[in-house]
């Protein structure tokens, strides 16, 4: 079976990493090989980028056009290095975050014009565009109060968790605009029900690449 690139994206606190890790076991379980990765990440670089962007280990502000060109640059290094290696392989690759993160958290939310930006998003990912992705949608109000409640907060404090309420929302409705323009790529799961209602969602949306 030819192996898939499937992203999840959403705001803060939408589930996205708890399903992953569900969608990989039941793929792993019908004996697919899965590679899980996270954005910025899955490389030294996107490793190093991720505590410069998020967690502001310089210290310094960083404006949108900045960080449109860290994430990218990770962006297509993670494509070259990992992801096209392994979609050639047969392999399935489930992203947690990737392009779309960029156009509405420096786009839509973040200010930078979205011509230029898509320009920059495509020459990073290349023909490693996503075969489906899953945006979890959620009340940014919710997701913000998951997250806070998060038990172990594994990623340590967040740049964008802490920016406003405002942007949060520019974030979601930039979501679901990139959401109405591609409905070919994109499948919008409500992700204010039970875990494990959410879970038979997103399988029943990845039933057309598994049967
Ligand atoms: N369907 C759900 N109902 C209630 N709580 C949930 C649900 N899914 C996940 N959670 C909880 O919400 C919190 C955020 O979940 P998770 O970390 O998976 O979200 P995320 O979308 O990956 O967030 P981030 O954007 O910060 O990475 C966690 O504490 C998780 O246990
Ligand atoms: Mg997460």
Redesign the pocket.
């Known amino acids: 079976m030819k192996g898939r690139f499937i992203t999840f994206e ?10 992953i890790q569900g969608l990989a076991r039941r793929l792993e379980g019908l004996g697919l090989r899965v590679i899980l990765l996270r954005e910025p990440g899955g490389t030294a670089l996107g490793e190093w980028v991720r505590n410069v962007v998020k967690h502001d280990a310089t210290g310094e502000a960083l404006d949108g056009v900045t960080e449109l060109f860290l994430f990218c640059a990770a962006r297509r290094h993670l494509v070259e290095r990992v992801i096209a290696p392994a979609l050639d392989a047969g392999q399935w690759v489930i992203c ?1 975050r990737f392009l779309d993160s960029t156009a509405v958290y420096q786009g839509y939310a973040g200010g930078v014009a979205l011509g230029v930006l898509n320009e920059v998003n495509r020459l990073a990912v290349g023909r490693c565009m996503p075969d489906r992705t899953l945006l ?1 949608d959620l009340d940014v109000g919710v997701g913000l109060r ?2 806070a ?3 172990s907060d594994r990623d340590g404090a ?1 740049s964008f ?1 802490a920016r406003g309420l405002a942007f949060h929302q520019k974030v979601r409705e930039g979501y679901l605009d990139l959401a109405a323009r591609d409905p070919k790529r994109f499948r919008v799961i409500r ?1 204010d ?3 494990e209602v ?1 879970a038979a969602d997103i399988w029943e949306r990845l039933r057309d690449y598994v049967a």
């Open positions: 959403g705001p803060e606190g939408a589930g996205k990493t708890t399903q947690d979890m998951r997250v409640g998060r038990a967040d968790e992700a029900r039970p875990t959410v």
